[in-house]
């Protein structure tokens, strides 16, 4: 079983996999934020946003290679996908990357993503922006301090694009504002309870 756990900056996707990987025994495989580029990228966006995302690139093409050879349950915080279909077209978007940056990022993104398993089901972390600012101050990171929030709002709505219209697979979406998990063990035994259910719907469809 391959679980993916998709969702804004500031959703909570790294605690959930923590937790659930705890709860249900799955191998976690988190998202490797020791890009080089990370500090510079959020003083100067339109700079290094393609560095930027060039390098998150190789890192999770590294990643996918391991989940792809491991023979465990797995859940993995964020997937290659919302990289391309949310970040770097919201980038795009913003004019804080370039037209011909972006094609030639697109370019390298299709010819890994072809060979990529999709994850058995993605659970997509849902959030309002007040929410997701509440969140990202929260746990601190001295980087992320100055994200505006018209910068969070197009990542929502092309999450939401992506999830609606563009993904092909199952997705479970958790609406964050309303199950606070990481402080309320009543609301992770609610959503672990959804995400299990769809777990078994997932492995009764294998077995037809």
């Known amino acids: 079983m ?69 023979t465990h349950n797995i859940i993995q915080d964020r997937t290659i996908f919302e990289e391309a279909y949310v970040f770097v077209r919201n980038l795009n978007r913003m004019g804080l990357m370039t037209t011909q940056d972006y094609e030639l990022y697109m370019s390298f993104f299709d010819l890994l993503s072809g060979n990529i398993r999709l994850p058995d089901l993605i659970v997509y972390l849902k959030a309002s922006i007040p929410t997701l600012i509440s969140q990202i101050r929260r746990r601190g990171r001295e980087y992320e301090m100055g994200i505006e929030p018209e910068y969070l709002e197009g990542l929502n709505t092309l999450y939401d694009d992506w999830i609606n219209n563009l993904y092909p697979g199952r997705v479970l979406t958790i609406d964050v504002d309303e199950y606070d998990f990481v402080l309320s063990k009543e609301h992770f035994d609610i959503i672990t309870d959804k995400i299990t259910a769809e777990i078994e719907a997932v492995e009764k469809s294998k077995n037809r």
Do not use: C, H
């Open 2 to 70: 391959y679980i993916a756990v998709s969702g804004n900056i500031g959703s909570g996707k790294t605690s959930l996999v923590e937790m659930l990987s705890q709860r249900l025994g799955y191998e976690p495989f988190f998202e490797r934020i020791d890009n080089p580029y990370l500090d510079s990228f959020y003083q100067d966006m339109a700079r290094w946003s393609f560095n930027l995302q060039m390098s998150f690139l190789s890192k999770k093409t590294v990643q996918i290679n391991e989940i792809m050879r491991s």
